[in-house]
């Protein structure tokens, strides 16, 4: 519970380095500071985000101590795994455009498609999803950031696929768009907690059960904005007290 999870400094470092994928950051701070400074408030807390920070690279060449990613996990091969959620992809367009329930459909109609780069982990994702189904879906407009790209939306540029975090991530006004979920047409995006291999398995543990508590309790509410379907698009991990696994 929340409360075993108190008290847990000093376990292993005087820093604790912590990189999340942009996405995960943006919708579960501040709450998730807070959460962690409880359960290890004698340790430092460095909680970074963005694209170089949180892949797996990052973690094996040491510069980071623990990742929250959706980046390809079998380059982690012996590092402890933790899964903190899965979420479904959605289909998001500007107010004035009901977004169909396909999306051959979308890609067919006079609205363009604007996307997440290649150069981001969700980016490249999406690319290998689109190219399974045959989708030329390449962008008319693409970013790498869900801020801008949401921007786009909600001015009327286009339309794109994105996910519920994503869309927390951006602060969107959710009168500005509109979003419907696509459904088991694309795979989930898996978000896991990765972490060195030698550090004390109560402290990967712990941290990971920090940040599924902390997404459960923070997620939902944050997403009911954007109506009352969406929350049901994300499956949170139940524990990590005695669900980690090696790769």
Same mark, same amino acid.
């Given at each position: 519970?929340?409360a075993?999870?108190?008290?847990l @400094?000093?376990?292993?470092?005087?820093?604790l380095?912590? $990189?999340?994928?942009?996405?995960? $950051?943006? +919708?579960?701070?501040?709450?998730?500071?807070?959460?962690l400074?409880?359960a290890?408030?004698?340790?430092?807390?460095?909680?970074?985000? &963005? =694209?170089?920070?949180?892949?797996?690279? +990052?973690?094996t060449?040491g510069?980071?101590?623990? %990742?929250?990613?959706? *980046?390809?996990?079998?380059? #982690?091969?012996g590092?402890?795994?933790?899964? %903190?959620?899965?979420?479904?992809?959605? %289909?998001?367009?500007?107010? *004035?455009?009901?977004?169909?329930?396909?999306?051959?459909?979308? $890609?067919? @109609?006079? !609205?363009?498609?604007?996307?997440?780069s290649a150069?981001?982990? =969700?980016?490249?994702?999406?690319?290998?999803?689109?190219?399974?189904?045959?989708?030329?879906?390449?962008?008319a #407009?693409?970013?790498?950031?869900?801020?801008?790209?949401? *921007?786009?939306?909600?001015? &009327?540029? &286009?339309?794109?696929v994105?996910?519920?975090?994503?869309? !927390?991530?951006?602060?969107?006004?959710?009168? #500005? =768009?509109?979003?419907?979920?696509? @459904?088991?047409?694309?795979?989930?995006?898996?978000?896991?907690?990765?972490?060195?291999?030698?550090?004390?398995?109560?402290l990967?543990?712990?941290?990971?059960?920090?940040?599924?508590?902390? #997404?459960?309790?923070?997620?939902?509410?944050? !997403?009911r904005?954007? @109506?009352?379907?969406? %929350? &049901?698009q994300?499956a949170?991990? /139940?524990?990590?007290?005695?669900?980690? /696994?090696?790769?």
């Amino acid at each position: 519970s929340h409360a075993d999870l108190r008290g847990l @400094g000093d376990l292993s470092m005087p820093e604790l380095r912590i $990189a999340c994928v942009n996405s995960f $950051a943006g +919708a579960v701070m501040p709450e998730l500071l807070t959460r962690l400074r409880e359960a290890f408030g004698s340790n430092r807390i460095a909680l970074l985000s &963005g =694209i170089a920070r949180s892949t797996v690279a +990052a973690l094996t060449e040491g510069r980071v101590d623990t %990742i929250v990613t959706s *980046d390809a996990v079998d380059e #982690a091969i012996g590092y402890p795994l933790f899964p %903190i959620l899965e979420e479904e992809f959605l %289909i998001a367009t500007p107010r *004035d455009v009901a977004p169909m329930e396909h999306l051959e459909d979308m $890609a067919q @109609g006079p !609205l363009p498609y604007v996307g997440y780069s290649a150069t981001c982990v =969700i980016g490249r994702l999406l690319r290998v999803q689109f190219n399974r189904h045959r989708l030329d879906l390449s962008g008319a #407009a693409v970013f790498d950031d869900s801020r801008l790209l949401m *921007d786009a939306v909600a001015d &009327g540029q &286009g339309w794109t696929v994105t996910t519920p975090l994503c869309l !927390l991530e951006a602060r969107v006004d959710p009168a #500005a =768009i509109r979003v419907r979920p696509i @459904g088991r047409k694309l795979s989930p995006r898996r978000l896991c907690l990765i972490t060195h291999p030698h550090e004390q398995s109560s402290l990967q543990k712990r941290l990971a059960q920090v940040m599924i508590e902390t #997404a459960r309790d923070a997620i939902p509410g944050k !997403l009911r904005a954007f @109506g009352p379907g969406l %929350i &049901g698009q994300i499956a949170f991990a /139940q524990s990590a007290l005695r669900d980690g /696994q090696d790769k």
